[in-house]
């Protein structure tokens, strides 16, 4: 394993196109925020040296990541990405990211996340998977559906199972955060929720107050920051050695 307080310097370039062209891409390196680049423009930061650099949005797709084998640099210390935007007229947009090796341009893999969100509403894909991509795929599910307000996972049928994948990947902001509502907030209370929730007007507070709770959470405390690093973490230590 490499030496990880050695600093690689990363030049990452966004190629100017009409496509996307006033969305700012926030992007992130192993789950660290790295700064906001824009259409056209170059950001230049440095990161802690790895075998693996997982390059990719706040959204999981893999219209959105890129993953750099230290061993396809031609320099270990300077890493340059390019970021190109395709699509978008006939078919949704989508980004292609390239180095370059030997003088030339070398398209990046990237991950593939579309077998994982399948097997959130697929039971039987969801059993064919092990038991790491089954844990990866429950906390993909949760981020999702958090993302609109906590009440989606409360009314899931998997939280139970979302919440103790989070507590497996170390996403402690969320687990505490949804074990105190489950616990206090909706103590007594049966859960999941079933649609007739919604004409109880105190389990409706109930479900305002959470989502309260949830959204001060991510504002304060980094709750969805959190989660995202550990789900980049989980791929780079279990999907990609």
Not at 38 to 63: C, H, M, P, W
Not at 212 to 231: F, I, R, T
């Amino acid at each position: 394993m490499n030496d990880k307080t050695e600093k690689v310097k990363f030049q990452i370039a966004r190629k100017r196109t009409l496509v996307e062209a006033l969305i700012p891409y926030k992007l992130f390196i192993n789950g660290e925020y790295v700064g906001i680049l824009k259409n056209g423009k170059t950001l230049i930061t440095e990161v802690a040296r790895s075998d693996y650099y997982f390059l990719d949005s706040s959204y999981q797709s893999d219209t959105r990541n890129c993953i750099i084998c230290a061993s396809v640099l031609n320099d270990p210390s300077e890493v340059f990405v390019e970021i190109r935007c395709a699509g978008g007229f006939k078919s949704l947009p989508y980004n292609k990211f390239f180095t370059v090796k030997n003088g030339a341009y070398v398209k990046l893999p990237s991950f593939d996340y579309s077998r994982y969100y399948a097997a959130c509403f697929d039971e039987k894909l969801f059993s064919g998977l092990t038991e790491q991509e089954r844990i990866f795929t429950r906390c993909l599910q949760f981020f999702n559906e958090v993302a609109d307000a906590a009440d989606e996972v409360l009314f899931d049928d998997k939280m139970p199972e979302m919440l103790d994948a989070l507590q497996c990947i170390g996403a402690a902001k969320y687990t505490h955060i949804f074990r105190y509502i489950t616990d206090n907030l909706f103590s007594g209370i049966s859960l999941p929720l079933k649609d007739e929730a919604d004409n109880d007007k105190d389990l409706l507070r109930k479900i305002h107050e959470a989502n309260k709770l949830v959204w001060d959470s991510e504002k304060k405390n980094g709750s969805a920051e959190e989660l995202h690093k550990c789900l980049v973490e989980y791929i780079i230590h279990n999907f990609l050695e």
